[in-house]
């Protein structure tokens, strides 16, 4: 009997190890059969990320500045859309450059705001490859209906941060969009007024 429950509580402790991923996981290009038992990387308990925070269910994230200026590279709509995709191809109907556009607009001014995370997965990189392809963490959120589809990429481009810092991307952010309009101006996209306008709504957030 004594056995079995040393057995027991070993088996325990291994699954319970097995279900904290880190980034230097992620760095070694570990599989998610690997690190959870699951070729398809099924739900983890915590992840430990490259700012040295851990993540678990019920920790919260902050929504950085998106990575182009205007929309968000890693994070999706949960539906299987993927924010903007439709709202730049020329092929597609008016139809879904709207939905896509009103889509894209719906986490534009996310900056700030938090969101709950709801699972963590480490989702192979290679779906067609999971036994040995390495993981990318995904994590769904409570928010809006999003997923954030490679959390460690969002943290490297500062989509998801510290808030903190926000204020000093914020204005980062702002001269990046300036120097845009600016392009526009110069190649006669668009009007002095509209550029003029344009500035004084972002100077506002120009420290």
């Not at 099924?42 to 205007?70: E, F, H, L, Q, W």
């Not at 989702?123 to 460690?152: Q, W």
């Not at 001269?175 to 344009?198: F, N, P, R």
């Amino acid at each position: 009997m004594k056995k079995l429950f040393i057995l027991l509580f070993v088996g325990l402790c291994f699954l319970s190890n097995a279900q904290t991923v880190t980034y230097q996981d992620i760095l070694e290009q570990k599989s998610a059969k690997e690190l959870t038992g699951r070729k398809g990387g099924d739900d983890i308990t915590a992840y430990v990320a490259s700012d040295g925070v851990t993540y678990k269910i019920g920790s919260t994230i902050t929504y950085g500045y998106p990575t182009n200026g205007k929309y968000y590279v890693y994070f999706k709509d949960v539906t299987g859309s993927w924010i903007n995709a439709l709202a730049e191809d020329e092929k597609a109907t008016a139809s879904d450059r709207a939905v896509s556009q009103e889509r894209a607009e719906r986490i534009e001014n996310r900056a700030g705001g938090v969101a709950t995370i709801k699972r963590i997965q480490c989702v192979p990189i290679d779906g067609f490859n999971k036994m040995t392809s390495g993981c990318k963490i995904y994590l769904v959120l409570n928010r809006g209906g999003l997923a954030c589809t490679n959390f460690e990429e969002a943290i490297a481009t500062k989509e998801v941060v510290v808030k903190a810092n926000l204020e000093e991307m914020a204005s980062d952010a702002a001269i990046q969009e300036l120097k845009k309009w600016k392009e526009k101006l110069d190649l006669q996209i668009i009007t002095q007024e509209e550029y003029d306008a344009k500035k004084a709504e972002l100077m506002k957030r120009i420290k």
